[in-house]
């Protein structure tokens, strides 16, 4: 088991460009999640999903967009960067919500690391 | 309305001492899931912690625990015999169960401990 793992680690933009990251799990998990964790101000939701097709804003959604074509894989897209997206970026994932730890366990994966010049 | 709200940012604890994070929570829901997740300088994201709203008990794990008291909305996290390791960042999340398609964070507390 990966559990869950995102693709780059580490990126550096210029203002404009594009890019996509790639989130993956392994756990047949119904949700997941993007955040974003910028210095003091903890992780904030960007956009989620409740499983495959389906998506939703979070709390921070301007100038992203994200797909759940398959049930494993969630993406995270930025069309035009800018400086105000340099931040980590968290991907994770849990099952559909109950009482026991089990299924609302939120288990996220190592990071992504982005930089906008 | 901030749903979940660490008020120190920062805490110093001697080594082998204990000491207490602090976290309130709002929600409406009656039935929510509380977490404690560990950020070390290394920046994964670690599970301490559950606690359930419906749990009779506080959760306990190894030097983990953590202290809930539902009517006074608070999930402070204990640790016990502290040690140089869990110098981190420290945050407090919440699930709420019936409309449980969102967690939420609080903004951390960074722990650091002194030899």
């Known amino acids: 088991n990966a559990g869950v793992t995102q693709t780059p680690k580490f990126r550096v933009l210029k203002t404009g460009q594009s890019m996509t990251l790639l989130c993956a799990q392994d756990?047949?998990?119904?949700?997941m999640y993007w955040y974003r964790q910028d210095p003091g101000m903890g992780l904030r939701l960007i956009h989620y999903?409740?499983?495959?097709?389906?998506?939703a804003k979070g709390e921070v959604p301007d100038g992203y967009n994200v797909s759940r074509l398959k049930k494993q894989n969630f993406l995270l897209g930025l069309e035009s960067a800018a400086p105000s997206q340099t931040s980590v970026y968290f991907c994770a994932s849990s099952f559909f919500p109950g009482t026991a730890l089990s299924y609302n366990e939120q288990f996220f994966g190592p990071g992504t690391r982005l930089t906008v010049l | 309305a901030q749903k979940i709200t660490q008020t120190q940012p920062g805490m110093f604890v001697q080594e082998k001492e204990a000491v207490t994070l602090d976290c309130t929570y709002d929600t409406s829901d009656p039935s929510y899931g509380l977490f404690w997740y560990k950020q070390p300088s290394s920046g994964e994201m670690i599970f301490l912690i559950y606690?359930?709203?419906?749990?009779?008990q506080n959760a306990t794990e190894g030097r983990y625990s953590l202290n809930f008291q539902k009517a006074r909305k608070s999930a402070n996290l204990v640790i016990s015999a502290s040690q140089l390791g869990d110098s981190a960042m420290y945050f407090c999340?919440?699930?709420?169960?019936?409309?449980?398609?969102?967690?939420?964070f609080g903004t951390g507390t960074s722990l650091t401990v002194i030899p």
């Open positions: 756990m047949n998990h119904e949700y």
């Open positions: 999903s409740v499983g495959e097709g389906t998506t």
């Open positions: 606690q359930g709203s419906y749990d009779q």
């Open positions: 999340a919440m699930r709420d169960i019936n409309t449980g398609n969102q967690f939420y």
